[in-house]
C-alpha cells in the first residue's frame, strides 16, 4: 500500500497527535525513526529505553559455526539484530571467506531483515505470512526437510518454537546466541515515574515482553491505569 506524500503533510499539518505526549520504550539508537515520525504528527515525545542490546558475552560458539558453515543447508533470521550481530561477526573472522554465505539459503522474517541481510550482498527467502520465527518455522515445515541442517542466530531471549518445529520434521538446528537483550543500566528512571505521577502519560509504546517486563521492573503496574498501550 502506497500513501500520496501530499496526504501525509496534509495530516501532518493538521498534527492529530498533538497535545499527546507519547512514551517509547525502545533502545535509543532504534527510537530514533519513529520519534522524528511521532513529532510530524505533533505528539511530544518521551524516549525510555527499557532494552539494551549488546553483543554476546562469548563469541565461541558463534566463530565455530562461521568455520563450519558449509555443513549447513540454510541459516535462518527472525531480527535485524541476529542478521546485523551474526553477518559482522562472519565478515570479521573470514572476510575471504564470506562468500561462502552467498551460496546458502537464508530465510528471513520480515523487511527490515530483509533489507539488513541483503546490506551485506546476501540474497534472501521469504515466506509470505511469516511474520515471527513461529510462522516461518511452520512454512519451512511444508517444505522437506528432513535430514537438513539450519543455523539459528539469535538473542539470548529470542523465542525458540521454530526449534523444536523444524526438529520434529526431522531437521537438525543449531542455535547460537549473537547478542544478548538486557536492562540499561543508565536510563533516568525518576524523570519517567514523575511523569506518570504528574499523569502526563497519554500512550506507551512496547515492542517485546522483555521491553515491558524491564518497565514494570522500574515502574509500578499500578501508573498504567487508564493509560493507552500500543
Given amino acids: 500500500m502506497s500513501v500520496h506524500p501530499a496526504f501525509l503533510s496534509d495530516v501532518r499539518t493538521m498534527e492529530p497527535l498533538k497535545d499527546t505526549t507519547i512514551l517509547v520504550t525502545r533502545p535509543i539508537e532504534q527510537a530514533a525513526q519513529l520519534k522524528h515520525i511521532l513529532e510530524q504528527f505533533g505528539a511530544r515525545v518521551v524516549v525510555f529505553p527499557t532494552i539494551h542490546i549488546v553483543p554476546t558475552s562469548s563469541w565461541e560458539d558463534c566463530d565455530g559455526a562461521i568455520a563450519n558453515i558449509g555443513f549447513y543447508d540454510g541459516v535462518i533470521l527472525t531480527s535485524v539484530n541476529a542478521a546485523t550481530y551474526f553477518l559482522n561477526r562472519a565478515r570479521l573472522v573470514d572476510e575471504k571467506g564470506f562468500s561462502a554465505f552467498s551460496e546458502k539459503a537464508i530465510y528471513v522474517v520480515g523487511e527490515k531483515t530483509r533489507r539488513a541481510v541483503e546490506n551485506f550482498g546476501l540474497m534472501v527467502t521469504i515466506f509470505e ?25 539469535k538473542g539470548n531471549l529470542s523465542a525458540t518454537d521454530i526449534l523444536s518445529i523444524l526438529r520434529e520434521r526431522g531437521a537438525a538446528v543449531d542455535e547460537i546466541i549473537v547478542y544478548e537483550t538486557r536492562p540499561p543500566s543508565d536510563v533516568n528512571t525518576t524523570a519517567v515515574k514523575e511523569l506518570f505521577s504528574r499523569q502526563e502519560v497519554d500512550l506507551i509504546v512496547f515492542f517485546s515482553p522483555s521491553s515491558i517486563n524491564n518497565f514494570l521492573s522500574v515502574v509500578p503496574k499500578a501508573s498504567l491505569q487508564d493509560l493507552r498501550i500500543a
Fill in 129 to 153: 505470512g511469516a511474520r515471527d520465527a513461529r510462522s516461518l518455522g511452520n512454512a519451512l515445515a511444508q517444505q522437506n526437510v528432513r535430514g537438513r541442517k539450519f543455523l539459528f542466530p
